[in-house]
């Protein structure tokens, strides 16, 4: 923890950290960190007051460096190879178990059963930490927090939460997949047909296959890879957000 305080003295310092030797320093730090906490948790002597950061801090911290993987992982092509990219970032040291929508839909509830506006805010603090933390939840959170903003106030009968949440989720999905498809040019059949064998083969797509989903003139030899990994990542991008996790 001193030589994590060394590198970014406070959260917001990981934003500071511009060149990539640096942001190694701090990957490489935080990662043994992480290691550390996975074998010390379970044992009942492990207190957070007896360490030089809080609980809050460690998860604040975790949250800089997921962002961290996912900038490298959405790099333009355009941008020179980055030394970040070969490194394991570890991130099912930060999974927790037992943590998805569902979970996330009965603290909503929780939320909505509150009188007290102290007890509403712990859990809805609650919420935006595991949004912000937890792995899997990642790539939901702006539509989660969307829900809780808009649509949360208007439910009178918490009973009505649960259904109320999927119509949202599966009105965003289709929109998302809508807007996937025009901007890229693809077949719509193609493109789910392709999605529903992903899934069910848990066997990432190949080029060619991408490349199929294309409507009108194909791209040419120099710009099929470029091409057929953006779409690629914008339909892994896609599958994360709506369909991993979503499982109860």
Known sequence: MEKLLAIAPEVQSVDDLYTEDEQMKFILTYRALMRLHK?????????????????????????????????????????????LQDIDFELELIRMDNINVS??????????????EEDKEKIEKQILNLLNTEVSLRS???????????????IKDIEDLSDEFQIFWNLEQKNAFIDLVNEENLSSDKT???????????????TDEVLDLIEGQK????????LADRILQRIMDFVETFINGMAG
């Open 39 to 83: 074998k010390m948790c379970h044992y009942t002597e492990f207190s957070w007051e007896d360490l030089a950061l809080s609980e809050q801090e460690f998860w604040d911290y975790s949250s800089k460096y997921q962002d961290l993987k996912d900038h490298i992982n959405h790099k333009d092509q355009k941008e020179k190879i980055s030394i």
């Open 103 to 116: 979970y996330i839909i009965q603290l909503l509830m929780k939320l909505k059963m509150q009188g007290k």
């Open 140 to 154: 939901k959170r702006e539509l989660i927090e969307k829900f809780m903003k808009v649509h949360l106030v208007g």
């Open 192 to 206: 789910e047909k392709l999605i529903e064998n992903y899934l069910f083969a848990e066997r990432q797509p190949l």
């Open 219 to 226: 791209p040419g030899l120099l710009q099929r890879k470029k």
